[in-house]
């Protein structure tokens, strides 16, 4: 923000650039750049404060200074002058504003309508005066909502209780209040996404649930960005947010990041992004990346987590160290006995072999490489002693997902093989018309952690009962009929 007129000087952006410099100070105080900027008895505390005032307009100057390659002296002496004249003018207009005692008298007397830049300072008056009145950051915060819930979006009241409210939830003497007196790194993160459209803690104070409500009618850029910040703040360090185990924390880790993804407000933020990024960093490090591999008995498992892992990070060195795991696994480790243990299913075991192949296909590195580490884990796969199957006469149990559509109709598909189907129970509508050696046309559905398929096919009825009908059935297309063979090798 760069200020050069009466009017720049009193925006949200210049309070938002005031907050950053005067952070400190304002944390001290016990108020916001709001009341910093529209209280006169405010300006007079802090011209009383030694050299307080030139120290801020310094800060502000270097920062300006950093863009503008102007040097600092000659725009201190212009931001002496915009401050001394805005200091002026809101003293002038906070002398003839009437007295107020809540919001709502500050409405009835229209003090936040605002068709010029006195009548702006006029509404910046009387927030700053209202919030000196709240006393403490709960009641400042519901003034800042009840101003958001009364103005319209866009105009300068509502722009100026938006970026109030901001500043009240990153100013640490609010935090105890808003998020709790032994809200821990967890608790933050977790009423962040809650605030921002997640799942929201049951014992969420009052405010932050009407917060919630608010940001999911209006937009609030300001606000949202602190609840943003917020959650990059939680994520700094190096310290574990969730667990001591690092297994646990990179399980929890995984689940925070899905939760983000959902999530509109957090999902595409570039320092969110990064903050997960570094987070994830840490697990390449042997201090946490030892008692993972320590833990995980099956070769399956252990590249499997390698390969999510790289997959999170790109720190080149990180991933080099990955890379250098992976090979000697790939190089040194029986996998005939070692890549799953005797615990592991027939299911189990093709899910792992087909996560680690796609993780695999998908990895970022050069292609060469990239292929000779596919051509190499599927030879090794190639000699697995494989698991018994845990199912009988090669036919697939229906999970809850799974269906036959026959005649626009669902129905749930109990079991299936490559060649049979057993669905129902279906209405009499249709098992009545239906007897052995009935053709239908059908369309199956299969969707499992294993395959997700569509498919249609032409189909002979076995036998009705019970509202269930077998049938055996056929697919003309080739790919599906392979991908069907494959399930069930």
Known sequence: ????????????????????????????????????????????????DG????????????????????????????????????????????????????????????????????????????????????????????????????????????????????????????APVLFGEKANRRRMIALSLGVGGGDIPADTHAV???????????TLPRTTDALRARLVEMMHGTATIFSPEPQDEWRAMQGLKQKISDLKLFSGDPEIAASLTRRFT??????????????????????????????EIDDGNARFEL????????????????????QTGREDFASLAAAISGALAAIDIPEPRKGRLLEQFRNQLAAVVKPSGARSNQRGIGGAKDAVIVRGLRFPLKNWSPVGLQFGPCSPALTSKLEAGSKLSVAVEIRNSLISLDFAAEAEVLRVGDGMIAARYICSDIAVQQRIKTYFA
């Open 323 to 342: 890379q250098g795991i992976l090979t000697h696994y790939m190089d040194h480790r029986d996998f005939k006995t070692q890549f799953i243990g005797p």
């Open 208 to 218: 932050l649930r009407r917060l919630r409500d608010v940001v999911t009618k209006q």
């Open 51 to 174: 050299a307080r005032f030139q120290e801020i307009l310094q800060r502000v100057a270097l920062l300006q200074g950093q863009h503008t390659r102007r040097p600092v002296s000659e725009r201190m002496k212009e931001l002496t002058a915009l401050a001394e004249a805005g200091m002026q003018r809101v003293e002038t207009i906070s002398a003839a504003l009437p007295a107020i005692v809540s919001f709502a008298d500050a409405q009835r007397q229209g003090l936040f309508g605002g068709r010029n830049l006195d009548e702006w300072i006029r509404g910046g008056v009387a927030l700053a005066r209202l919030l000196a009145l709240a006393g403490d950051w709960e009641k400042r915060a519901a003034l800042c909502l009840d101003v958001l819930e009364a103005a319209a979006e866009g105009s300068e009241s509502h722009g100026m209780a938006d970026q109030t409210l901001a500043e009240i939830l990153r100013l640490q003497p609010a």
């Open 1 to 48: 923000m760069f200020c050069e007129t009466d009017a720049d000087a009193f925006a949200d952006p210049a309070r938002e650039l005031i907050f950053q410099v005067a952070r400190g100070y304002l944390e001290r105080q016990g108020i916001t750049s709001t009341n910093l900027v529209f209280d006169p008895a405010q300006h007079r505390a802090m011209l009383d």
């Open 282 to 311: 840490r697990f390449a490090g042997p201090e946490m990346l030892n008692p993972i591999l320590a833990r995980e008995t099956e070769i399956a498992r252990k590249l499997l987590f390698l390969l999510q892992l790289y997959a």
